[in-house]
């Protein structure tokens, strides 16, 4: 699933290539990838106006259309991408979730779209319809960016409760943006047990959690996502630790699988 570094990249493609274009055109007819509004609601609201930024906190993206205009929120779901076509068929995209053989041109898992004055497309192209469309996505409910959270925010996101670090680091409300191989590496860099409740974290613990999260993100943002990140390769059966060897260790935690090493993260 697309976690903050792919959403990133999908957000400067939009950036890059999608803004101060007029908008004629707009395909909302996928009601279920629109919910809550009516065919036609979105349309109603874009036609005539451009996106004028591009924003992202953890993995919800919105786009802003002016100051009297409403905010375009587009979430990728499990296998989302954003194409942006240009008049020549040229296309800038953002992500590479379902290539898998397309071709150019080839956008039979268009689920919205928008079309600009000079011919250009943007859209949603997700093969399994679980991205999300919506105007004025309510982003407020959202915890802090993981990749700009300040020490203040990550000690409080850290800082209550009982339940296990892993869960809490997955909770967009307390920290927006790290999903499930995020956390996997995150934990196994800083080496504590993805398990351990969060009240037993000492205060070297969160620090190198939040040092752990900084070099991922950034990392996983610089080298193309999650999944160039080092222990991802090794989250399988018979695979071993990258760092000292050990057998990694598979489990359910906070509801997710997750992967450790089982001398480096033991309980």
Same mark, same amino acid.
């Given at each position: 699933m697309p976690e903050l570094p792919e959403v990133e990249s999908a957000r400067a493609v939009i950036e890059r290539a999608g803004l101060k274009r007029e908008i004629v055109g707009v395909d909302d007819t996928d009601a279920y990838v629109c919910r809550p509004h009516r065919p036609g609601q979105i349309r109603d609201a874009l036609l005539g106006r451009s996106l004028v930024a591009a924003n992202r906190r953890g993995k919800s993206m919105w786009c802003d259309t002016g100051d009297d205009g409403p905010a375009l929120g587009?979430?990728?779901?499990?296998?989302?991408?954003?194409?942006?076509?240009g008049p020549d068929g040229s296309e800038t995209d953002g992500g590479d979730y379902?290539? #898998?053989?397309?071709?150019p041109g080839d956008y039979r898992w268009s689920r919205f779209a928008l079309t600009f004055a000079d011919g $250009?497309? +943007?859209?949603?192209?997700?093969?399994?319809?679980?991205?999300?469309?919506r105007l004025d996505p309510p982003v407020e409910v959202l915890g802090p960016d993981a990749a700009t959270v300040t020490p203040a925010q990550f000690r409080a996101a850290l #800082?209550?409760?009982?339940?296990?670090?892993?869960?809490?680091?997955?909770d967009q409300h307390a920290l927006a943006?790290? $999903?499930? +191989?995020?956390?996997?590496?995150?934990?196994?860099s800083a080496r504590v047990n993805p398990a351990r409740p969060v009240d037993r974290l000492a205060a070297p613990d969160v620090d190198r959690l939040l040092r752990a999260t900084r070099r991922a993100v950034r990392t996983a943002i610089g080298q193309g996502g999650v999944h160039t990140l080092e222990v991802i390769p090794f989250r399988v059966a018979g695979g071993h630790c990258p760092r000292d060897g050990a057998p990694m260790t598979k489990s359910t935690v906070g509801g997710?699988?997750?992967?450790?090493?089982?001398r480096e993260q033991a309980a």
């Open positions: 587009i979430h990728l779901g499990m296998s989302g991408k954003i194409v942006i076509a379902w290539e #898998g053989g397309r071709r $250009g497309r +943007l859209m949603l192209v997700d093969p399994r319809r679980l991205g999300r469309v #800082g209550f409760g009982t339940a296990p670090v892993k869960a809490r680091l997955l943006g790290i $999903g499930n +191989l995020l956390a996997d590496q995150i934990l196994w997710r699988t997750s992967w450790w090493c089982s």
